[in-house]
């Protein structure tokens, strides 16, 4: 399994724009499907967006389509989520998720607070 670490997160006003990052561990990386959830206060951990291991295809819940956009750099090993008209409703901690045939691993989670 890959070990995550997150980072990027922190307080940014509606409308404004952050970059998440998630570095990984591991000479297996491009044998992962990456994706990244959020967890507000009070709440079910739901599904943000996810990107195959080649990164040609990328998948992306209603809420966050056309804002949010998930990428990946092999070579790097790393997995980004750039976000884009950030509003008050995306206030969560984000969790960097690698899933593959060795199993599912999970980052430690990054704050993100848009305030309004």
């Known amino acids: 399994q890959v070990q995550l670490v997150e980072s990027g997160g922190g307080l940014v006003q509606a409308g404004g724009s952050l970059r998440l990052s998630c570095a990984a561990s591991g000479r297996t990386f491009s044998s992962y499907a990456m994706g990244w959830f959020r967890q507000a206060p009070g709440k079910e951990r739901e599904f943000v967006a996810a990107?195959?291991?080649?990164?040609?295809?990328?998948y992306y819940a209603d809420s966050v389509k056309g804002r949010f956009t998930i990428s990946r750099d092999n070579a790097k090993n790393t997995v980004y989520l750039q976000m884009n008209s950030l509003k008050p409703e995306d206030t969560a901690v984000y969790y960097c998720?690698?899933?593959?045939?060795?199993?599912?691993?999970w980052g430690q989670g990054t704050q993100v607070t848009v305030s309004s």
């Open positions: 998720n690698a899933d593959g045939v060795a199993g599912t691993s």
């Open positions: 990107i195959s291991w080649s990164g040609g295809s990328t």
